[in-house]
């Protein structure tokens, strides 16, 4: 049988590969009877030809090396390809993995100049605005010239990048077109067609200079970093030859001017104010805790701060706020805030006395419909606020932290743990304290003898929390109890 | 761009280049939504190199360069004499969404010299953060170089809105700590450390953002009379204990305005060169600590060859390795070979015995690893032994510091 000649279209025609490999395939046709040639106008395959061919199984990684390497611009790439495609299929399944076979190395070095170029597209491209009408929006426009046949492999970068602006990057091989939603490309453009300069590009080569160490000029790793035939388009590139020039005085200078005396400048004040950082109120604290940004995933938008004098006795501690609390922005009003007041007062404590505060200060919630569904938050998001509940302690100076409930223990103490067994007193590092369980919880129980008993056990942890405040004053009555 | 704007971009790039840690790697993969602008992908992008070699890849800038500080070992402290200026929250938002439009840059790199107060300055860097984020939808990497003076809540915003924190340790030692740096304590930075891996791994665990891509930190080398092994002892603690992503070493460059505490000579570039690849060692290869230091001597590493090599000559009776029967932990100690290379002789030997000509393709480093390998074809007898073997290895010395 004689040579077949087959023309593919200019530049990277995978699906004309494709096509006359599965043709070339089932003809059981030899690499070596196959004259691959590239065309601007190549005689197609007839239409039906794509039916009747039918795929070839590749291995994964040989139909990958193929869609790289049809990129790359050396005329032999197609013989090569088919020659791979040809031993796989003769029996050689494993090719790939044989990198020390001089074809399966050739096209690795193939695959790698195609990515690499592909990776320094991407880094070199450089946009300049222009408008394509008057008060249009902004077109970005770059003028790039790769050494592939690279453009489309490169484009969905750009577009997961650039999404939200409009762009085009134009080259001697074709153009891509990005309008915000469809990526369109279009043909070979000339350097003429993009806009010759661009506001920021002063200011970029002023940050370039700027950032260049005199100190540590290495031209040589630059270049091969960087190699020559980019830096037309480089806009960066025109300060290298003067930085390069002025290294060596600079560095010089560097080191021989003498040890500069210390500026006279000495802001003695300002040093010693600034050890004064800590806020130095609860409200001062509260302020920031309430501009400060939810920390809980999927939070609300607001914080809900603790309540109460400073100086209280007791010390509340529960878990967040929760959907009412969020809308009021105050804690323990919704529920079970309520149950915690009637708890309150029938320990014989007045609610006006103590303080109350959640171990996070946002709703974590999920939406489920109209609803906002609460959300246990995670441990890693209550050590988020861990330190501002220490703060808010260590301005009230409770003589008594009560944790309500297994969030606030772990954020007092920093340990988990089941509150029904570790129920009782406590201290949380050094701080005295308390543990019970959260009000919400006694909602939570569904039979209602149940819910009685857990309610009576939870009144009776509030009166074993007032003796434990009214002992640890010594001469006089607490200022725990509801004046009556 | 108005001229104004122009000259404190060049004084804050200009105080801001000294520092080396300012890679964009490791952020997750995301792409820009809808109205967003901004992606990234594990990897991060080399925009553009100076002429110093280095990669521009961050917007590397100060917030401001005005600093109540007085660490000796930097241009920006207090009673230096440089020109000073400091930029708004909403210029450097500008700034860096511009640059990166145009595709000058994968992101931010924020740093600042401390004004008013730790936290204030802190703040202020986190608003940048923020307002990129939250405001702009930003979706390129950011890493803030946070305070460790400022307060614990401010690096738990900051990890909301960073891809990376990062707390430069600065000097290897407390006493040098002291005596360079007066206002910092190596405890509030040790502790800020452990709070932030704490905060990192947490996340990681719950599925939540934040400082995706970890933390790092920074040493300079130089400045003090620290030997390269407790340089290496000093990373391979923080690697364990705080996790970090990366360790950077930054040589002691000679600055303008520099104190008089200071040695005035700058410490070899290569000196820096062969930390990074001891602590390359160290991560990726299986050598600990004292192994490396094995290869130099006075716990200073080698300068003219690299730390592989040096830990391979004086380990000769170790070599040489079968390519085709080592294991693969041998394999990674053999000079010349590369973790890629060690994979693709593994791959490859399970189809065929490998000869000399077959290892030459499959890394770069054919001359170094010979004297030390076996392959089909090749025994190198008794080269492995030769005394000259280590004058045979060593690259010709280039001058590296300038042209
Ligand atoms: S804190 Fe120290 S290292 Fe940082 S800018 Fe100020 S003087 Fe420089």
Known sequence: MGLRRIALKQGADLDGFRLATRRLVAAGIAPHDVVWCAEDTPVLFPPQAAEEASPIALPRRVAELIEVVVCHRDPERYALLYELVWRVLQGERALLEMQADPLVHRLELMQKAVHREVHRMHAFVRFRRTKSRPNGPDHFVAWFEPDHFIIEAAAPFFVDRFRSQIWSILTPFGSLHWDREELRVGPAARREDAPDGDGFEAGWRSYYESTFNPARANPAVMRAHMPTRYW????????IAELLR????????????????????????????????????????????????????????????????????????????????????????????????????????????VYVTNAVKHFKFEQRGKRRIHKKPAAGEVAHYRWWLMEELNFVQPRLVVALGGTAMLALGGKAGPVTRMRGRTTFLGRPGFITVHPSYLLRLPDEAAKEEAYRAFVSDLRAIRRIVEDSVTGGAADVRRSA | MDDKLTTKLRILADAAKYDASCASSGAPKRTAGAGGLGSTDGMGICHAYTPDGRCVSLLKILLTNYCLFDCAYCVNRRSSNVRRARFSVEEVVTLTIEFYRRNYIEGLFLSSGIIRSPDYTMEQMMLVARTLRR??????????????????????????????????????????LKRLAPEKEGASITAAMGQM????????????????????????????????????????????????????????????EASPVLPLKQPPLQRENRLYQADWLLRHYGFDVEEIAEGGTDGMLDLEIDPKLAWALKNRHRFPADVNEADREMLLRVPGLGKRAVDRIVAARRHARLRLDDVARLTAGLKRARPFLIAADWRPGALTDRADLRARLTPPTRQLSLF
């Open chain 1, 232 to 239: 037309r388009n480089l806009p960066e590139s025109a300060a």
């Open chain 1, 246 to 353: 002025a290294a060596p005085a600079r560095a010089t200078a560097m080191i021989e001017r003498d040890a500069a005396a210390p500026a006279k400048r000495m802001p003695e004040k300002a040093v010693a104010a600034m050890g004064d950082q800590a806020p130095a109120s609860l409200a001062e604290l509260n302020r920031l805790i309430a501009a400060s940004e939810p920390m809980v995933s999927s939070g609300s938008t607001r914080a809900v701060l603790g309540e109460g004098p400073v100086g209280a006795a007791i010390a509340f501690v529960g878990e967040q706020p929760g959907d009412q609390e969020d809308l009021e922005g105050r804690p323990f009003v919704g529920p079970a805030g309520q149950l915690l007041d009637r708890a309150i007062a029938e320990a014989g404590l007045d609610r006006a006395r």
């Open chain 2, 135 to 176: 405001d702009r939808e930003f979706a390129g990497y950011i890493h803030l170089k946070t305070i460790p003076e400022a307060s614990p809540w401010l690096i738990e915003q900051a990890g909301l809105w960073a891809d990376r924190l990062s707390i430069n340790l600065e000097l290897p030692s407390e006493e040098s």
């Open chain 2, 197 to 256: 891996r704490e905060r990192i791994a947490e996340a990681k665990v719950e599925r939540r953002r934040f400082s995706p891509a970890g933390q790092s930190t920074q040493i300079i080398v130089g400045a003090d009379d620290t030997s390269d092994a407790a340089l290496l002892r000093t990373s391979d603690t923080l690697y364990r204990r705080y996790a970090l992503s990366r360790v950077y070493y930054s040589a002691f460059s000679p600055i303008p």
